[in-house]
C-alpha cells in the first residue's frame, strides 16, 4: 500500500509544470578569480564587487571605457514558451546614458532575431534611468519567437560610467495558459505592398476543426464580418488599398464562445504604402523619409560591414551612394564588394544625419559583379562644405596630415588637416586591419566612405592600404587645372591650365567607365551626351595630370 502510494505521489509530482531558472550565477555569487565571474561569457571591465551589493554577498562592478560588454548565452528555450527577464542595476557616476541591456532571442544556427527589440535593447531603444544612484530593478516577461532557440543575456555600461550588477535572472514562467499573438506584420508598421500575409502565434491551445482540438480562430478585416480558420497559418490578404488597416482575432471553443474566464485576443493595425521608383540613388537620397521606394538602376556594393548585426553595405552609382541598414537580415543573400544590386526595394530612414535605405525584400542575386569603383579625389575643404555630396560614397582626401599620434583604435575620430581646413577620419570599422596600425606623422593620402554623424562630414577609412602617402604631382595636381562651370547644366564645360600645352581629358563615370576620351583645341569639352550626374575627370598635360569631380545637372 505504501509503496502504491508513493508511486502516486511521484506520478503527481512529475505531472506539473514549474518555472525554471536558466540563467547561471546571476546572482555573481561565484568567481573564479576578480575579474571572472563563472558562467559568463563575455566579460569587459568587470570586478568582483563586495561592498555594493543588491543582495548576497557580491555584485558585478563594470568600469566602462567606451563600451564595455557582460554577457551570457542561454540554451534550450522552446518558441511559444514565456519568459521573464530581470536584472538590478546602480549607476554609480554618469549622464542617464549610462546603462542599459542589450540581448537578443538566438535561432538555431545562431543568428540574432529582431523580435522585441524595445525591450531587449533599451528599455524602448535607450538607456536605464540612473535613478539617483539607487538599485534599480528593469523587468519584462516576454514570449519566445516561433524560430527561437536560445536567448544572449547581455548588459552594457558606457562612456565612463561605473554600474554595478546583481540578480540577474532568466526565468521560464509557467506556460499553462492559452495565448494568441500578431508576430507579422508589427503594429503601426508602414508595408510597402498591397498583398499582406498577416502571421499569427498560438500557444498552449489546439487550433483544429470539426471539434478534434481546443477549438479555432476567428477574424476579422476593418471591422468586417467574422470569418473562421482552424489552422494558424498566415492570413493572405490582398488588394488592400492605401491606408490604414486593422486584423482583428480571437481564440474561441469549438462551439465559437469566447474562452473562459478570460476571451483571448490580438490585434494589429498597419499602413499599407505605395512603393515610389526611382532609377538611381540621387533620386533615392531626394525622397521622403518613411516612404518606401524601388531603385531600379544598377547600383554597387563598395563596401560590406561584418561587424555587429545590422548586415549593413554601402552602395553607389554614378551619381550618389546610400547606407543599406538591415537588421532584419532581408537581404539573406550572400554579396560581395563589387557586387551590382538592381531593384532593390525598402524604406528611407535617417540615423543622426546619415541616410540609410532598410530593404524591405530580398535581392536573389547579384546582377553583376568585379565592378571597380574608383575614389572621387577631394578636399577636406570640400568635405567639409559639401559633405552631403560625398555622404556613403569612396572617396579619397589627398594630402592630409593627422594631428594625433600614436596607433588607431576602434570607434575613435581623429582629427586631420589641410592647412586651415580641419576635418574628421573615423575609424569605424573594428574588425579590420587598421585597428593598431601606427598613425602616420607625415602627410598622407585617406581613402573610405564618406559619412556623417549629426553636423559633422567625416570620411571612415577600412584597411590599413587606405591610409597612403600623398598623390603625387603628376597624379594629384589641382593648382595646374580648373573645371568652369562646374556643377553645369549648358552642355560644355571649359579647361583651363597655368600653360598652353595640349590637354588631354579622360571622363569616367562613378563606376569607373571610360565615357570621354579626347584631346582639346580650344579648352572646351562637349558633355552634352553625358547624363546628369558625377564624373571624374582626369587631364593630363606635358605629363602631369590630375583628377577632379565634374557635376552634370
Known amino acids: 500500500m505504501k509503496k502504491i502510494y508513493f508511486l502516486f505521489i511521484a506520478l503527481l509530482i512529475t505531472s506539473l509544470t514549474f518555472g525554471q531558472e536558466l540563467l547561471s550565477n546571476g546572482n555573481f555569487e561565484t568567481w573564479t578569480d576578480a575579474n571572472t565571474p563563472e558562467s559568463w561569457t563575455k566579460i569587459e571591465n568587470v570586478t568582483q564587487e563586495s561592498t555594493e551589493a543588491h543582495t548576497g554577498n557580491f555584485s558585478a562592478k563594470h568600469t566602462a571605457d567606451g563600451t564595455k560588454d557582460l554577457g551570457q548565452t542561454i540554451t534550450g528555450i522552446t518558441p511559444g514558451n514565456s519568459y521573464t527577464v530581470s536584472m538590478w542595476y546602480k549607476v554609480e557616476s554618469g549622464d542617464d546614458t549610462d546603462a542599459r541591456i ?66 540577474f535572472s532568466f526565468f521560464q514562467e509557467v506556460g499553462a495558459v492559452p495565448a494568441l499573438s500578431v508576430t507579422s506584420p508589427a503594429d503601426g508598421a508602414s508595408v510597402p505592398n498591397s498583398d499582406v500575409d498577416v502571421e ?134 550572400a554579396f560581395n564588394i563589387g557586387d551590382g544590386l538592381t531593384g532593390i526595394k525598402g524604406q528611407l530612414s535617417d540615423f543622426n544625419g546619415t541616410l540609410q535605405f532598410v530593404p524591405s525584400e530580398n535581392i536573389a542575386t547579384a546582377s553583376s559583379t568585379d565592378n571597380t569603383l574608383t575614389p572621387i579625389v577631394i578636399s577636406a575643404a570640400d568635405l567639409i562644405n559639401n559633405g552631403e555630396t560625398y555622404e556613403s560614397r569612396l572617396i ?14 576602434d570607434n575613435t575620430n581623429y582629427d586631420v588637416a589641410d592647412g586651415t581646413d580641419v576635418t574628421i577620419a573615423r575609424v569605424a570599422f573594428g574588425d579590420e586591419d587598421l585597428i593598431g596600425t601606427a598613425i602616420p606623422a607625415a602627410a598622407s593620402s585617406i581613402t573610405g566612405i564618406g559619412g556623417q554623424f549629426n553636423d559633422d562630414y567625416q570620411i571612415f577609412p577600412r584597411y590599413v592600404s587606405d591610409i597612403a602617402a600623398p598623390l603625387s604631382t603628376n597624379q594629384f595636381n ?52 553625358l547624363k546628369s550626374g558625377v564624373y571624374i575627370v582626369k587631364i593630363t598635360q606635358n605629363n602631369a595630370s590630375t583628377t577632379k569631380k565634374l557635376v552634370i545637372k
Open 396 to 409: 579619397t582626401l589627398n594630402n592630409v596630415t593627422f594631428t594625433d599620434s600614436g596607433v588607431f583604435e
Open 200 to 333: 499569427i502565434s498560438v500557444q498552449n491551445f489546439n487550433v483544429a476543426a470539426a471539434g478534434s482540438g481546443d477549438g479555432y480562430i476567428v477574424y476579422s478585416v476593418d471591422g468586417g464580418a467574422n470569418i473562421d480558420k482552424f489552422d494558424t497559418a498566415a492570413v493572405s490578404l490582398s488588394s488592400l488599398t492605401d491606408g490604414s488597416h486593422t486584423v482583428d482575432f480571437e481564440l474561441v471553443d469549438n462551439s465559437g464562445a469566447s474562452l473562459s474566464p478570460d476571451a483571448v485576443t490580438a490585434s494589429v493595425t498597419f499602413d499599407v504604402t505605395s512603393t515610389n521608383q526611382v532609377s538611381d540613388i540621387t533620386a533615392l537620397r531626394a525622397g521622403t523619409l518613411g516612404e518606401f521606394y524601388e531603385l531600379t538602376g544598377e547600383a554597387i556594393i563598395s563596401y560590406i560591414v561584418t561587424e555587429g548585426n545590422r548586415n549593413q553595405k554601402y552602395i553607389q552609382d554614378s551619381g550618389a551612394g546610400i547606407l543599406i541598414d538591415d537588421v532584419a537580415g532581408t537581404l539573406s543573400t
Open 478 to 529: 589641382t593648382n595646374s587645372f580648373s573645371i568652369y562651370p562646374n556643377p553645369t547644366n549648358t552642355g560644355s564645360v571649359s579647361i583651363s591650365s597655368t600653360n598652353s600645352e595640349v590637354i588631354k581629358v579622360q571622363v569616367f563615370d562613378i563606376l569607373g567607365k571610360q565615357v570621354k576620351n579626347q584631346t582639346l583645341t580650344n579648352n572646351s569639352l562637349n558633355v552634352a551626351s
Open 102 to 167: 542589450w540581448s537578443y532571442w538566438k535561432d538555431d544556427m545562431g543568428d540574432n532575431i529582431a523580435d522585441n527589440s524595445d525591450e531587449l535593447r533599451g528599455p524602448n531603444n535607450s538607456y536605464f534611468d540612473n535613478n539617483g544612484n539607487q538599485w534599480t530593478q528593469y523587468s519584462v516577461t516576454l514570449t519566445a519567437p516561433a524560430t527561437a532557440a536560445g536567448f544572449y543575456f547581455e548588459a552594457r555600461a558606457y562612456g565612463s560610467a561605473v554600474v554595478y550588477w546583481d540578480d
